[in-house]
T-cell receptor, first 113, second 119 residues
């Protein structure tokens, strides 16, 4: 399924680097999400955007900065990360905030050295 | 806050047999959805089946069915005639419904169950 794409698929960065993760959905959806999947922990919701406005921020550290320039694109800007931030970052979209079905991208595997 | 618990880190089943994955959840809401997602090694999270809390009938999708016990807050997934392609991580997830009074938009996941299919 290519409805939601994420780039890059793999990223290795140092703690002082600045990088960005990109998510694009081709489904005409209005809501987009960032999740973090760490080893041996449940997926954690990070951010929710609806019609390009952030509607939820689950107490995520400020070193993660989301951006949603339009309803098709979602970015996660990273700076001054810690090794414990190494994880799989998943993007998802749904028709709207009430849409029960979320479509996920393949994720970006992030390693912080 | 809602929580989702999957007590089986790993399950193994013979090909063509039936396996049941367990999930329990905790919520004070009356309007919600429950889901099972599959995550194969490719990492793409795929929706397997969903259940609306207001529906008493258990959801079924081909070889996949659920046993939804609302009072017990239990939501198990049964996979019949297991196939090699069913091997994956399976996640149980919860989402507040539109009438839940401002609940979270995103999904709350369990830790997952790793399903192994023995040929």
């Amino acid at each position: 399924e290519t409805g939601v794409t994420q780039t890059p698929r793999h990223l290795v960065m140092g703690m002082t680097n600045k990088k960005s993760l990109k998510c694009e959905q081709h489904l005409g959806h209005n809501a987009m999400y960032w999740y973090k999947q760490s080893a041996k922990k449940p997926l954690e919701l990070m951010f929710v955007y609806s019609l390009e406005e952030r509607v939820e921020n689950n107490s995520v550290p400020s070193r993660f900065s989301p951006e949603c320039p339009n309803s098709s694109h979602l970015f996660l800007h990273l700076h001054t990360l810690q090794p414990e931030d190494s994880a799989l970052y998943l993007c998802a979209s749904s028709q709207d905030r009430q849409g029960y079905k979320q479509y996920f991208g393949p994720g970006t595997r992030l390693t912080v050295t | 806050a809602q929580t989702v618990t999957q007590s089986q880190p790993e399950m193994s089943v013979q090909e063509a047999e039936t396996v049941t994955l367990s999930c329990t959840y905790d919520t004070s809401e009356s309007d919600y959805y429950l889901f099972w997602y599959k995550q194969p090694p490719s990492r793409q999270m795929i929706l397997v089946i969903r259940q609306e809390a207001y529906k008493q009938q258990n959801a079924t999708e081909n070889r996949f069915s659920v046993n939804f016990q609302k009072a017990a807050k239990s939501f198990s997934l049964k996979i019949s005639d297991s196939q090699l392609g069913d091997a994956a991580m399976y996640f149980c997830a919860y989402r507040s419904g539109p009438n839940s009074g401002g609940g979270a938009d995103g999904l709350t996941f369990g830790k997952g169950t790793h399903l192994i299919i023995q040929p």
